[in-house]
C-alpha cells in the first residue's frame, strides 16, 4: 500500500494508530504483523503465500541453528571450524551447512522470480519457441518487495549464524520483523540485530509520536510536492524520440530526474523512518544529503545507507575487505557493485550503473587519482561528483543500453538538428521551476542550520525566562499541517504516484 495515497492517509493509517494504541493491547506485535500482512496483500495478493511460506522457513532455519548450538557448545564449534579439510567452508560445521541452505534458499527465490526472465532472453530464440517461452513478455511476476524482504532473511541468518544475535524464538515476532509495513516496501533495510530488541521491548512515549508524525509529513511533503512534479517533466523528457531531444531539454530532463529519484527515495524513508517512530520502532537513516558529497567514496556513505552497510556487513568484509591487495580490493569493489547493480534489477542498464560507481570507487583509490582529487578546491570535487553521479542516472532511468547511448548523445550536443528538436518553452512551466529551485535547495544541508539556529533561539528565550516551547512548538506544528494540507491537495488531483523503488 503506497503511503502517499488518499486510500493510506485517511484509512488505513488511522484503523492501524486505533488498533495499536487502543487502551489495553497487550498484543501489539500481533495487531502490527496482521495489518503489515493486509497492507502487503492489498497491492499483492497472488504472492502472499510465497511471503508467508519464507517467513516460515527462515524461521525453521533459525530453529535448526537453536537445536544445534544447544547440542554443540560454542567452544566445541570453534575447535570443529578449525580442524583443517580439503572443504574447510562445510566439513566438520554443520551450521555452515545450515546457512549455506538458508541463503540458497533465498537468493534461489529472488533468482527464480526476479532474474529467470532475463536469464532466458540470452538463449536462442529458437529454443525459447521449443518450449513455448516468450522472454520479452516473461514468464514470472516477482513479488512485491522480493528483493528487501530477502535482504532482510539474509540478514536474520547470517547474524544469528555469526551469534551477533540470538535466535527468534517467536514466529510471530520474526514475522513481524521481515514484514513490518512501514520498511517493507521499500526499505531502510535493518539488521536483525539491530531490530531483534525492538521487537521483544520498545518504548512509545508522546514525544516519539510527535516526532514520528513530523517525519512522516515531511517526507509526504517530499513525495507529493517535489517529486511527483518533478517526475512529470522528467517522463516527458524521457520520452522524447532521441532524433527530437535537443542538448538543453536532455540536461533539464537529467537535471529534473536527478533530484525526483532523490526526493522520491528519501520521501518514502522519512515516512518509513516517521511511521516506526509512530509505533516504537527506531529505523536506521538512509540518506544524509548525498549530492553535497565531494567524492564517491563519500555519496556511498550518503545515498541508501542502509544498502550500503548491508553490502559491506556481508559481502565486502567477508570477502576480504579493505585488509587484503589492491587488487584484491578492487576485485571485492567490483563484485560488490555489479551485485548492487543486479539487485536493482535484472536489466543490463544497472549493471552498467553499479559497475559505473564502482569504476570511480577504484579510480578514486589509486594513488595519482586520489591525491589529485583531495587537492582539489572543493566546488569542483562537488561538481565532480554531482556530473559522475547524474551521468549514471541515465542509466538508472533508460530501459537499454541502446536508449542510453542515444541519450547521451542528446547531452553531448550530437543529438538533434535545431530545426528538429523540440522547443523548451513546451515543456518548463513555472512549477517545474519552482520544484527545481526548492529542491535544489533543499539537497543541501540547511535544514541541519536551521534547526541549531532554533535551538539557539530557544536557550536565549530559556535565559529570558520565557519559554521556548511556547513559540517554537507551535510554529513546528502550524508548517507540518500547512505541509500536510498541501500534500493532500496535490495527491488529491493525481491518479498515478508509485514509488522508484518500489519495484526493486
Given at each position: ?70 547440542r554443540m557448545p560454542r567452544q566445541r564449534t570453534k575447535t570443529t571450524e578449525s580442524t583443517p579439510c580439503r572443504l574447510p567452508w562445510f ?414
Amino acid at each position: 500500500m503506497i503511503f502517499s495515497s488518499i486510500a493510506f492517509l485517511f484509512y488505513f493509517l488511522p484503523l492501524v494508530l486505533l488498533l495499536h494504541y487502543f487502551p489495553g493491547n497487550r498484543f501489539r506485535n500481533a495487531t502490527l504483523l496482521v495489518l503489515s500482512l493486509i497492507a502487503y496483500a492489498y497491492g499483492e495478493k497472488s504472492n502472499l503465500l510465497f511471503l508467508a511460506c519464507m517467513i516460515i522457513l527462515n524461521y525453521l532455519f533459525g530453529l535448526v541453528f537453536a537445536l544445534l548450538d544447544a547440542r554443540m557448545p560454542r567452544q566445541r564449534t570453534k575447535t570443529t571450524e578449525s580442524t583443517p579439510c580439503r572443504l574447510p567452508w562445510f566439513r566438520g560445521n554443520p551450521r555452515k551447512w545450515v546457512l549455506a541452505a538458508g541463503v540458497a534458499v533465498n537468493l534461489g527465490g529472488l533468482i527464480f522470480y526476479k532474474y529467470t526472465g532475463w536469464l532466458l532472453s540470452w538463449m536462442p530464440s529458437i529454443v525459447l519457441r521449443s518450449v513455448s517461452i516468450d522472454s520479452d513478455q516473461g514468464i514470472l511476476h516477482a513479488p512485491l518487495a522480493i528483493s528487501f524482504f530477502t535482504f532482510h532473511a539474509l540478514s536474520y541468518l547470517i547474524d544469528i549464524y555469526r551469534r551477533e544475535a540470538p535466535v527468534q524464538r517467536s514466529l510471530l515476532s520474526y514475522g513481524l520483523y521481515i514484514s513490518l509495513f512501514p520498511k517493507m516496501l521499500a526499505g531502510p533495510i535493518h539488521p536483525y540485530r539491530e531490530a531483534q530488541d525492538q521487537l521483544q521491548k520498545r518504548t512509545v512515549s508522546p514525544e516519539l509520536f510527535l516526532a514520528g508524525m513530523e517525519r512522516f509529513i515531511a517526507g509526504l511533503a517530499k513525495k507529493a510536492l517535489l517529486a511527483n512534479p518533478l517526475a512529470a517533466f522528467a517522463d516527458k523528457v524521457f520520452s522524447i524520440p532521441a532524433g527530437m531531444l535537443s542538448t538543453e531539454v536532455a540536461w533539464l530532463g537529467l537535471a529534473s530526474y536527478t533530484l525526483q529519484i532523490y526526493y522520491d527515495f528519501s520521501g518514502y524513508t522519512d515516512m518509513a523512518i516517521g511511521l516506526g517512530q509512530m509505533f516504537g520502532f527506531r529505523l536506521p537513516e538512509n540518506f544524509s544529503y548525498p549530492y553535497v558529497s565531494r567524492s564517491i567514496r563519500e555519496f556511498w556513505r550518503r545515498w541508501h545507507i542502509s544498502l550500503s552497510n548491508w553490502f559491506r556487513d556481508y559481502l565486502y568484509i567477508p570477502l576480504g575487505g579493505n585488509r587484503c591487495s589492491p587488487l584484491r580490493q578492487q576485485r571485492n569493489l567490483v563484485v560488490v557493485f555489479f551485485l548492487c547493480g543486479l539487485w536493482h534489477g535484472a536489466s543490463w542498464n544497472f549493471v552498467i550503473w553499479g559497475l559505473w560507481h564502482g569504476a570511480f570507487l577504484i579510480l578514486e583509490r589509486t594513488s595519482i587519482a586520489g591525491s589529485t582529487l583531495n587537492r582539489l578546491w572543493p566546488p569542483l570535487r562537488h561538481l565532480y561528483v554531482l556530473l559522475v553521479v547524474m551521468l549514471s542516472w541515465v542509466f538508472f532511468r533508460c530501459d537499454t543500453p541502446a536508449q542510453s547511448v542515444k541519450f547521451f548523445t542528446a547531452l553531448s550536443g550530437m543529438g538533434a538538428e535545431r530545426d528538429a528538436a523540440l522547443p523548451l518553452a513546451l515543456y518548463v512551466n513555472w512549477e517545474w521551476i519552482l520544484c527545481m529551485v526548492v529542491g535544489a535547495v533543499g539537497s543541501i544541508p540547511l535544514r541541519i542550520g536551521a534547526e541549531r539556529l532554533l535551538n539557539r533561539i530557544g536557550v536565549e528565550l530559556s535565559a529570558s525566562h520565557r519559554a521556548p516551547n511556547r513559540v517554537i512548538l507551535p510554529l513546528r506544528r502550524l508548517i507540518s499541517g500547512t505541509l500536510f494540507v498541501l500534500s493532500c491537495m496535490a495527491l488529491a488531483g493525481i491518479t498515478h504516484n508509485p514509488f522508484i523503488y518500489l519495484k526493486f
